[in-house]
């Protein structure tokens, strides 16, 4: 059974920076892609930045430059490395595999303050 648990958001000032982890189970992971989605207050859910099986990165305009995902494969864990926050970054945050598969972690909300 996959799962996934996700960790690391918080509230914090915009302009600052906040490290969110994502712990895979049940799924064979180094050969998987894997995603970081969000879903702000009242919208849809969007993919903001996905790292292949061997590590390729891509990111959607709004984050480029700002955050960055990597994994360890060994931990089957994915990371996403968020700068120079802004409040139009405050989401849940969740991840998941690229296209989606199974259901959903309860996500991480990451708060910005103006």
Avoid: H
Avoid at 41 to 46: S, T, V
Avoid at 52 to 60: G, Q
């Amino acid at each position: 059974q996959v799962q996934l648990v996700e960790s690391g958001g918080g509230l914090v000032q915009a302009g600052g920076s906040l490290r969110l982890s994502c712990a895979a189970s049940g799924i064979i992971f180094s050969s998987l892609t894997m995603g970081w989605y969000r879903q702000p207050p009242g919208k849809q859910r969007e993919l903001v930045a996905l790292i292949t099986s061997r590590s390729s990165t891509d990111y959607a305009d709004s984050v480029k430059g700002r955050f960055t995902i990597s994994r360890d494969n060994a931990k089957k864990t994915v990371y996403l490395q968020m700068n120079s926050l802004k409040p139009d970054d405050t989401a849940v945050y969740y991840c998941n595999q690229v296209p989606t598969r199974g259901s959903w972690g309860q996500g991480t909300q990451v708060t910005v303050s103006s």
